[in-house]
């Protein structure tokens, strides 16, 4: 099942210009983006490969894809291509949430996030305008993540005030900031099930300074009921966690674990020679907010037996 990750938000918020980012990226990924208007899409000539009508393949193995008014046939035609990840850009008018759910029962595809983009200039005025209002709340209710854009034009009184507001309106959905549109791929991607999984999250300088993750491995295998407890009480300020567990309950099976926001999957995985005896997680967020401390108590509680974990930061 190829992971599908929806991009949502009003119109200005910066879509487009994080899904030029993700085309342009280094990130060794083939990339399958739908989205409404290739005119929109700034694509560097240099890296465009071959341009056939609705389709753009580009030099670094990534393919965009025009929607236009057959979003069945385009998400078809993308699967066939057998990507690493597809991305949806979703309309600025549209509900990322009637997107998700025809994407996640599609055939070849399994939803992996909806990450919704946040004007924090004028968010709170759209959500207050008494034609749009309706429809920024809808986009911001389906958000497994919200990315807050252009925050360096507001005071950190402002960013303050607009996380509050935030919180108080969408329970479920953490909200972190990116700069020019730019947030690490693995954040907003799942990485598949390889050992790479559970490495540190891509990362450029600027990247560093605003996310950080902690890397959990242990030999042994852990408690399900308590893992499972632990988990739920996760802070929002976990954007993102990913890797495998095995269980002493049932051992001989691995799990890949996947959170994106309050989205939280354990599925179980064809055993692969690159899987651990136990755990191994990566957990990310913003560097400011997430307690890589109290993460890593909260994982050594969940070990079922044993001697003590590695943890690496």
């Known amino acids: 099942m ?8 009003y119109l200005g918020a910066g879509k487009t210009t994080l899904i ?3 085309l342009s990226a280094p990130h060794g990924r083939r990339l399958a983006v739908l989205v409404n208007d290739f005119g929109a899409v700034n694509i560097d000539r240099d890296l465009i490969a071959h341009h056939d009508g609705d389709t753009i393949a580009l030099s670094n193995g990534c393919i965009c894809c025009s929607i236009a008014d057959a979003f069945g046939a385009a998400l078809d035609k993308v699967i066939a291509l057998k990507p690493d990840n597809i991305v949806i850009e979703a309309s600025g008018v549209a509900d990322p949430a009637k997107i998700a759910y025809y994407g996640q029962g599609w055939p070849g595809v399994r939803l992996d996030a909806v990450a919704v983009m946040v004007d924090a200039t004028s968010i709170r005025r759209r959500a207050g305008d008494k034609y749009v209002g309706e429809l920024v709340q809808r986009q911001l209710d389906a958000g497994d993540m919200l990315l807050l854009s252009k925050t360096d034009l507001i005071s950190r009184d402002e960013q303050r005030t607009l996380r509050g507001w935030l919180a108080a309106r969408t329970v479920k959905s953490p909200a972190v900031d990116i700069r020019h549109g730019s947030a690490p791929v693995d954040l907003l991607l799942e990485t598949g099930n390889r050992r790479s999984e559970a490495a540190p999250p891509d990362a450029t300088p600027d990247h560093g300074r605003f996310f950080t993750s902690v890397l959990f491995e242990d030999h042994r295998p852990l408690d399900r009921a308590v893992f499972i407890d632990e988990l739920e009480n996760w802070p929002d300020a976990v954007l ?26 354990l599925e179980a995985v064809p055993r692969s020679d690159d899987q651990p005896a136990g755990a191994r997680i990566v957990i990310i967020g913003p560097r400011d907010r997430l307690d890589t401390e109290a993460l890593s108590e909260s994982l050594r509680r969940s070990v079922a037996v044993g001697t003590s974990a590695l943890v690496r930061r």
Request: aromatic share 8%; net charge positive; hydrophobic share 40%.
């Open 20 to 22: 030029n980012n993700l």
């Open 240 to 265: 993102r966690a990913k890797g495998f567990v095995r269980f002493s309950d049932d051992a001989n099976r691995a799990y890949s674990l996947q959170r994106v926001g309050a989205r939280c999957s």
């Open 2 to 9: 190829i992971p599908l990750t929806i991009i949502g938000g």
